[in-house]
């Protein structure tokens, strides 16, 4: 993997610490009840980096522990095992979230509050003068396209409104590091695709994500790397086009051929002794590979020998 | 109302004197140890001995060296006005109207005719004003944190670069705010109310035929009686705890408003000592075998007195009129004699080195009833050094504002009995008003103490059980004296390690615990004591809500004495401080998302 794993940006080294993020080592999750018995063993010595300026996925059908993972990195929960850092700190380190941007799971915000109140609140947070204060709010409220809505309370709000206030209020100390806990659900297509060019644009600043999410197509259209998760365990790890590349599959994609000449290339390939599976839409095979996991590791718990 | 000794020490002497700064040191200390040996035992648990001593090392480390320097006004400022907000938003100022409609409702209830309209009408607003901030302060600060963990809004909030001593900090800086807000409206309301239920104006009826005395016209279920003095100017009769000043004007009798009822008497209490038959210093005085615990009694025609040393009495506390002073002192008679002629006794004041001493002042005991007396501030008869001279009261008696007052009763056979608030001095009264707003103080402080305790509880219980624990506490404080009792009392025989002991041996707590080895028994009887030390320190942390109670004193139209508030006001800064260090130990070591 450590070959393949050079990141978009070319210039920025993997051995140089300040460049890894956040980084997992060893890292385990047992949810316990009040007495102390264990209930759910959610996350399985994990070990991740998430280097500067990627946009780092984790994959995984519910329950895998994606959530787990992003809150054992922010502090929120305490690893049994192993340790989580970010920005080499310890990830139970306050200091650290004066460069994080965190989008819960649901938007976790104060109903009783309107827009404004809200980014005003979660500024004074981050101790943000007045007047910066002002600036930053009047800012996210446009980019998140909530001006009509800013003086209403947040009990009011539709689904996508309260994910859209609650991605602003990630974004309001300008983090160099964004957690965003599945972005796109409660989102209108629109909304996703206006999520998803968004996360794109943080990245271009040079801003560094981790997301998390089952919505195949979302990590397949932004994610530089991802993670697989399958009950608490990491089953694979590596660049989105690497791993989707299956080395003995072709695929042809084309326009404006007539039927005569796909049924030359399906002779063609038969001549090679070839086979034809089927000719589509990438996204498939995004979804393929993901019910492979899911379906091989149900058969074989533990890490997939092949990919990682 | 009857006021303890302890009431009326002066801060410095409650500080130092008394040790409530050593007891505050102590608590800190045992608090200090318990907290490091249940954090380190949790910890070793949970990581084993050297990694977890490293772990609550660093936990303690990190409150003075990274979080209590990191804090933020801002962000205090943020959490504080956040939680104004939501409490407005929720409608929490309904409590104001409840409030309204009670009084209202309690016009009709409050009994009319009573002895003491404005006792009745004053320890009314407050007690109830008392248990209304008190819940609502309860409600606001058990909720709060519970139901911002359990929405799973904390996790937007500490995901932020948040601390946990904002986190405590805030919450009661908000909620005290709303319920300030909330005594400032209940207060004034209540003031109205008070003032408004006993002004009252009376017309003069019913004057003689020589137009000097007369009644007054029926108010409120009472009348006065008056009679002028050659200038035309006089003071009716007390009835219902207030008089009317009466004034001619013209041919006119003008009936002024009442005295008397709204006001804020200053006593100025000091310490008292006994003397015993012969004349030498006997601490307990005697006891005559029944009446009160609270009375002592000193025996007549002997050299048994009562002695009073005050401190800090100056001329300017004094009006025009001389030095006034009251005394509530009672007789004990062993034979009947003359039933008519009161039991009799004597005053007399004397210099701290008795250089100075007047003569005698003779009085006869008025049972209960307050015995309102002055002497003048010059020329006053008695000796210096032991030469007669007319005595000048401050420059030879009072020195520096410190002297001794000497009771003694003059009837053979006959006793006084007097403990040490029957006799105090009464200064200039003080305006009701101030003295309404320091009962309401008193009430803020209770109010911000259980905020405290709420909060602290809301760290790691849910709402519900927060509430019950905050509850807890505050009727555990109500008895903490007993604690104070058997400790006292208690002999080194029967602490915990000699009782235990003494369960195999069936050895009763009266006897002296023999195990026939010395050493051993003296090592169970240094544990005991030390046990019972920290079993007593502890129960100091927990605040007697009873001991803020200072509603009386408005009732009953005493100066709230400056030394009692800041008193006061530091318990609550205490309570404050320890309730914030468990609380940020709690939020510390939480896991928000678990
Ligand atoms: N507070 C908790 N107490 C006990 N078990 C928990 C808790 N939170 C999560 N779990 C369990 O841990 C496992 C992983 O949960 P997690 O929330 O990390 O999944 P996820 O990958 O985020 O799923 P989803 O896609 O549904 O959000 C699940 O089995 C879940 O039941
Ligand atoms: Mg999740």
């Known amino acids: ?308 | 109302m009857r006021l303890s000794p302890d009431q009326f020490w002066t801060y410095f002497e409650w500080l130092f004197v008394h040790s409530a700064l050593l007891y505050g040191f102590l608590l800190v200390l045992v608090l200090a140890v318990l907290g490091f040996l249940i954090g380190f035992v949790v910890a070793l648990l949970k990581h084993g001995p050297a990694e977890g001593f490293l772990q609550v090392s660093k936990l303690i480390g990190e409150l003075f060296v990274v979080d209590i320097p990191g804090t933020s006004i801002r962000r205090v400022g943020a959490i504080a006005r956040l939680a104004v907000k939501e409490a407005i938003r929720k409608k929490v100022l309904v409590v104001v109207a409840v409030f309204v409609i009670a009084i209202m409702f309690a016009g009709w209830y409050l009994d009319q005719q009573a002895q003491f309209p404005a006792r009745l009408y004053i320890s009314f607003v407050l007690t109830f004003t008392n248990y209304m901030v008190l819940v609502l302060g309860l409600f606001l600060s058990c909720f709060s944190l519970p139901s911002d963990i359990k929405s799973k809004i904390i996790y937007t909030i500490v995901t932020k670069p948040v601390r946990p001593t904002e986190l405590f900090l805030g919450r009661v800086l908000g909620f005290t705010a709303v319920g300030t807000l909330v005594l400032l409206l209940l207060g004034s309301m209540s003031y109205l109310f008070v003032v408004r239920g006993v002004i009252h104006e009376h017309e003069a009826i019913e004057i003689s035929a020589d137009g000097v005395s007369g009644k007054t016209s029926r108010q409120q279920f009472h009348s006065h009686e008056f009679v002028l003095d050659e200038t035309g100017n006089g003071i009716t009769n007390e009835t219902k705890g207030h008089k009317h000043v009466v004034s001619k004007v013209g041919d006119k009798i003008v009936v002024g408003p009442s005295i008397g009822d709204l006001e804020a008497r200053v006593p100025i209490y000091g310490m008292m000592r006994f003397t015993g038959r012969d004349g030498q210093v006997a601490n307990d005085g005697l006891n005559v075998g029944y009446m009160s615990e609270y009375h002592k009694y000193i025996e007549g025609d002997s050299l048994c007195s009562a002695i009073w040393t005050f401190k800090n009495v100056t001329r300017d506390s004094f009006s025009e009129g001389g030095l006034t002073y009251d005394m509530t002192i009672s007789a004990f008679r062993t034979y009947k004699g003359d039933i008519v002629t009161p039991v009799g006794g004597e005053v007399r004041f004397r210099s701290i080195d008795g250089s100075a001493v007047t003569e005698p002042f003779p009085f006869k005991v008025k049972e209960f009833q307050v015995d309102q007396r002055s002497i003048p501030f010059t020329g006053l008869k008695g000796s210096l050094n032991e030469q007669p001279a007319d005595l000048d009261f401050f420059k030879d008696i009072a020195k520096n504002g410190e002297f001794e007052v000497v009771i003694r009763c003059q009837d053979r056979n006959q006793y006084l009995g007097m403990a040490a608030g029957d006799l105090y001095f009464r200064a200039e009264p003080q305006a009701f008003w101030w003295n309404f707003i320091k009962g309401y103080i008193s009430i803020w402080l209770q109010m911000v103490i259980v905020i405290c305790f709420g909060v602290m509880f809301s760290t790691f219980l849910s709402g519900p059980v927060a509430i019950i624990a905050t509850l807890s506490v505050i009727v555990l404080g109500f008895f903490g004296f007993f604690v104070d009792d058997i400790i006292k009392n208690a002999d080194s025989d029967v602490g915990p390690v000699a009782s235990l002991i003494r369960i195999p041996l069936q050895s009763g707590s009266g006897t002296q615990l023999d195990l026939g080895n010395i050493p051993l028994e003296r090592a169970i009887r240094v544990v005991d004591k030390g046990i019972l030390i920290c079993v007593q320190t502890l129960s100091k942390a927990i605040p007697n809500l009873n001991e803020l109670h200072t509603a009386d004193f408005v009732a009953y139209g005493v100066n709230l004495f400056g030394g009692l508030l800041s008193r006061h006001l530091t318990v609550c800064a205490g309570y404050f401080l320890m309730t914030g260090i468990i609380s940020y130990f709690f939020l510390k070591t939480r896991e928000m998302a678990a």
């Not at chain 1, 610490?17 to 264990?38: A, C, H, M, Q, S």
């Not at chain 1, 759910?40 to 995984?60: C, M, P, T």
């Not at chain 1, 929120?76 to 200091?95: C, H, I, N, Q, Y």
Request: charged share 30%; hydrophobic share 35%.
């Open chain 1, 1 to 308: 993997m450590a070959t393949t794993t050079a990141s978009t940006n070319p210039s920025v080294s993997v051995t140089d610490p300040t460049n890894v993020i956040v980084e997992t080592r060893n890292l385990g999750k047992i949810y316990r009840d009040f007495w102390g018995r264990k209930k759910v063993n959610a996350l399985k010595s994990l070990d991740i980096e998430v280097r500067r300026g990627e946009i780092f996925g984790l994959l995984g059908p519910n329950g895998s522990g994606k959530s787990t993972t992003i809150k054992l990195m922010l502090g929120l929960l305490f690893p049994t095992s192993g340790r989580a850092f970010v920005f080499g700190k310890d990830a139970t380190d306050v200091a650290k979230n004066e460069r994080i941007g965190y989008l819960p799971e649901e938007s976790y915000l104060y109903k009783f509050l309107n827009a404004e109140e809200t980014l005003d609140f979660y500024g004074r947070l981050f101790d943000m003068p007045a007047s910066v204060r002002r600036e930053r709010t009047e800012q996210l409220i446009q980019m998140v396209g909530l001006q009509r809505a800013r003086r209403r309370q947040l009990k009011e709000y539709s689904k996508g409104m309260t994910r859209r206030i609650g991605l602003a209020q990630a974004l309001i100390n300008e983090p160099e590091f964004l957690v965003l806990d599945e972005p796109t659900t409660g989102l209108d297509p629109i909304g996703t695709r206006e999520m998803k060019d968004l996360i794109l644009r943080l990245r271009e600043q040079g801003k560094t994500i981790l997301l998390c999410s089952h919505q195949l197509a979302d990590v397949q259209d932004v994610c530089d790397r991802v993670a697989i998760l399958h009950q608490g365990e990491l089953k694979e790890l590596g660049r989105v086009d690497s791993l989707l590349k299956v080395q003995d599959v072709t695929q042809i994609h084309a326009k404006g051929l007539d039927e005569k000449t796909k049924l030359e290339i399906k002779e063609l390939i038969a001549r090679s002794t070839g086979e034809m599976l089927r000719m589509d839409n990438p996204t498939t095979t995004m979804e393929e590979l993901f019910l492979d996991i899911v379906r091989e590791s149900e058969q074989r718990p533990g890490r997939r020998g092949s990919g990682a």
